[in-house]
């Protein structure tokens, strides 16, 4: 299994940018796709991004395309999201997911162990 700590959130202007973290732990940490999520109050928590357990497939959601970089470095067993141009409606906590599977996955289902999740807002 692996265990996953997200970093990085906190208050930023629109237009701003922001990276945020998530540190695994666990020794099979490269068998594991990453995927990116992010729940907004009163809404469903939804897909931003993912990328397979080597780094060579990303998928984005479209509301993020363009703006949001997904990447990971296995040897330090950590996942990033780099946020560009943030809008008011990004704002939401993300949480990092892990799949056993290795592939790029876009819904919540497909995601075996999840982060508790770091605070982005946006401010207009």
């Known amino acids: 299994q692996v265990q996953l700590v997200e970093s990085g959130g906190g208050l930023v202007q629109a237009g701003g940018s922001l990276r945020l973290s998530c540190a695994a732990s666990g020794r099979t940490f490269s068998s594991y796709a990453m995927g990116w999520f992010r729940q907004a109050p009163g809404k469903e928590r939804e897909f931003v991004a993912g990328m397979s357990k080597r780094g060579g497939t990303t998928y984005y959601a479209d509301s993020v395309k363009g703006r949001f970089i997904i990447s990971r470095d296995n040897a330090k067993n950590t996942v990033y999201l780099q946020m560009n141009s943030l809008k008011p409606e990004d704002t939401a906590v993300y949480y990092c997911?892990?799949?056993?599977?290795?592939?790029?996955?876009?819904?919540?289902?497909?995601?075996?162990?999840w982060g508790q999740g770091t605070q982005v807002t946006v401010s207009s």
């Open positions: 997911a892990a799949s056993q599977r290795g592939s790029v996955f876009t819904t919540r289902y497909e995601y075996d162990y």
